[in-house]
């Protein structure tokens, strides 16, 4: 008996990304330019010293180590469905971005040491209007949840 093989919609694609020389867009994420505290401090400058400087708050470091796995099993599996023609390029690395980030968002959310300084959290408790003592009060990381919430990712 003899096999005949038929090129796929897989083949195709294939074929396509090695003529145009691989996948022509990339993801980012992380702190641009636009991303800046009120003060104009650039929230890239801040998530850079809490990652690194003398009293580190590491949370992308230890996001990539417990999540490498994880994005390469996301990573196989959305560019099998690009050679499918399930989804597009763009798509695969919406998803892949999407991921990334909310597990680095996830990782800021966990840090817990080194505690804050009293004088950290009594500064932060004087510009509270209501001067409340809550959790995000003594949280490393989270004051104001502009780190956090101005994490972002894009697709070119």
């Known amino acids: 008996m003899k096999v005949k093989r038929e090129a796929g919609k897989g083949d195709k694609a294939l074929k396509k990304l090695l003529k145009d020389d691989g996948f022509s867009k990339s993801a980012s994420i992380g702190?641009?330019?636009?991303?800046?505290?009120?003060?104009g401090q650039p929230v890239a400058n801040v998530a850079a010293?809490?990652?690194?400087?003398?009293?580190?708050r590491p949370f992308m470091r230890p996001a990539?180590?417990?999540?490498?796995?994880?994005?390469?099993r996301v990573s196989k599996t959305i560019t099998k469905?690009?050679?499918?023609?399930d989804i597009t390029e763009?798509?695969?690395?919406?998803?892949?971005?999407?991921?990334?980030?909310?597990?680095?968002?996830?990782?800021?959310?966990e840090v817990l040491l080194p505690p804050l300084a009293e004088s950290t959290i009594e500064a932060r408790l004087a510009k509270r209007?209501?001067?409340?003592d809550t959790i995000s009060l003594r949280k490393p990381l989270v004051d104001t949840g502009i780190m956090l919430n101005t994490l972002t990712k894009v697709v070119k």
């Open 31 to 39: 702190w641009f330019p636009k991303n800046r505290y009120v003060n």
């Open 49 to 56: 010293i809490n990652e690194f400087g003398p009293y580190a």
């Open 64 to 72: 990539i180590e417990k999540n490498k796995a994880k994005w390469a």
């Open 81 to 85: 469905q690009v050679l499918k023609g």
């Open 90 to 109: 763009t798509q695969a690395l919406e998803q892949l971005a999407l991921v990334v980030q909310g597990d680095f968002q996830k990782s800021i959310k």
């Open 129 to 132: 209007k209501n001067k409340a």
